[in-house]
């Protein structure tokens, strides 16, 4: 993996690099100055809050673990790295930068936030700089330039050959993580216990994933984002929803799968029916297809999944025109994924900025382009029997042509939800997500 890795990274560099020096140029900027951040103090405390390094710091650079540390850009040079080292014996202090991407950048080791300060380009200059405005750093900007941030985010839609690699590896350790946490599940473990089976495999603790991880026995998978750990197993395991991601090297996986209890035959069937769909939802990433519409086409699918479990007596367009597909599926398709989990310029119009809107009656949605080659993005639908949405759904008049009998059936089972990682390509779609779970 390192070689491999280490053979993608000068493309890598040199890409993110014209990506700055268009922004810098665009914008009327000299440098560029990337925070990787430090950790915010806990109120009226003197512990902080685990520490995570700044997706743009990442994405120049596989060094998470560098509080106080600084990326100076200046076109026609080679990029610096301000590394914050200190002396200090409480802590673990951040080892000195190594691997194969060192020879790239020149390095300043320093010892207090202050050195690092004073290596980075002044006040004076037109400098660009991002960076968290909390805490505080004296003579930083706090506010970072839109104008800059646009072009940057709107070309981190478009992942590099050394960024899908990574990924792969994230969705690699995902994959083995949530085999671990079914096992865990059929041997009766509390959630508890299975998140505790999940870290295991995954060779991670908590701050390290890239998001907190959902996971929900019986009725609690009516919760979409359910991150309480019930310490007690349940007297009868039903059914299980797991959300859950894994990082490499500060990219991450999101991965998300439902399974059902052992005799539990209807809800299994249910389960598989959501499963093809969203596989056939996953086939249509490609280039010149509008996320929106994928998301409206999954609603009219869902709907006929509905109707052929005998949940609705309706047609599949009437369920959707009326919004009663909104009370099973409450939430967008999905999202971009890279850096972030839910990643940047989902509704962007162009480099320099705009927002495209979502479609009337989808909220919830968290991406509203069209597919190009190169992005990534995640395929989630789901079908949910939520007491609140569904109390609301009896109060009008499609209620008729709902069995509600059969609702009440399936509401000790949460819901269902599955969820791959998707990368556009210029040809069929890489399903990273199945791809991984073949080889878990």
């Known amino acids: 993996m390192i070689d491999r890795l280490a ?4 493309q890598h560099l040199a890409t993110v690099r014209e990506r700055a020096d268009k922004a810098l140029a665009l914008t009327g900027h000299d440098h560029l100055l ?19 390094a700044s997706p743009h710091f990442r994405h120049w650079l596989p060094l998470t673990d560098a509080p106080g540390s ?43 936030v202050e050195e690092a300060m004073a ?10 700089v991002i960076a968290p405005a909390q805490p505080a750093l004296a003579g930083i900007e706090t506010g970072h330039p839109q104008d800059v941030l646009d072009i940057l985010h709107w070309h981190r839609s478009y992942k590099t050959p050394y960024e899908l690699a990574l990924m792969r590896e994230a969705s690699r350790i995902g994959a083995r993580a949530h085999r671990a946490a079914e096992q865990a599940f059929r041997a009766g473990a509390s959630e508890l216990g299975i998140h505790q089976a999940y870290l295991a495999a995954a060779g ?16 609690h998978g009516a919760v979409l984002h359910y991150t309480h750990f019930d310490r007690v197993a349940p007297d009868y395991h039903r059914s299980f929803l797991i959300d859950a991601g894994a990082n490499a090297c500060g990219y991450a996986s999101d991965i998300t799968r439902t399974y059902a209890g052992r005799g539990e035959d209807q809800f299994q069937s249910l389960i598989d029916s959501v499963e093809a769909a969203q596989l056939s939802f996953a086939a249509k990433v490609r280039a010149g297809q509008s996320y929106p519409e994928l998301h409206i086409h999954a609603h009219h699918v869902l709907a006929g999944v509905l109707r052929e479990h005998g ?16 009370a099973f599926f409450p939430h967008g398709l999905g999202h971009p994924i890279g850096l972030q989990v839910h990643d940047v310029a989902g509704f962007q119009q162009g480099e320099r900025g705009g927002s495209i809107p979502r479609p009337a009656g989808h909220p919830y949605l968290r991406m509203t382009r069209t597919l190009e080659p190169g992005m990534v993005v995640t395929i989630e639908p789901g079908l949910y029997f939520i007491d609140m949405l569904l109390a609301e759904l009896r109060e009008r008049p499609v209620a008729k042509d709902i069995d509600w009998e059969r609702i009440e059936l399936f509401k000790p089972y949460g819901g269902i939800r599955i969820e791959d990682d998707v990368a556009c390509t ?15």
């Open 7 to 10: 053979s993608l990274y000068p």
């Open 34 to 52: 990337i925070a990787a951040g430090l950790p915010p103090r806990k109120f009226l405390d003197d512990q902080d809050y685990p520490f995570v």
């Open 70 to 112: 600084w990326i100076v850009h200046t076109p026609g040079q080679r990029p610096r790295l301000v590394f914050l080292q200190p002396r200090d014996y409480w802590h673990v202090v951040p080892e000195a930068p190594s691997g194969y991407w060192v020879e790239h950048f020149d390095i300043a080791v320093v010892r207090t």
């Open 119 to 128: 290596q980075l380009p002044g006040a004076q200059t037109r400098r660009a």
């Open 204 to 219: 991670a603790i908590d701050a390290e994933l890239p998001y907190a991880s959902i996971v929900a026995l019986n009725q």
């Open 311 to 326: 949940f609705i007596r309706m047609e599949p367009e009437t369920a959707v025109e009326t919004g009663v597909t909104a």
């Open 426 to 440: 210029g040809g069929e779609p890489e399903n990273l997500t199945r791809d991984a779970f073949v080889q878990a």
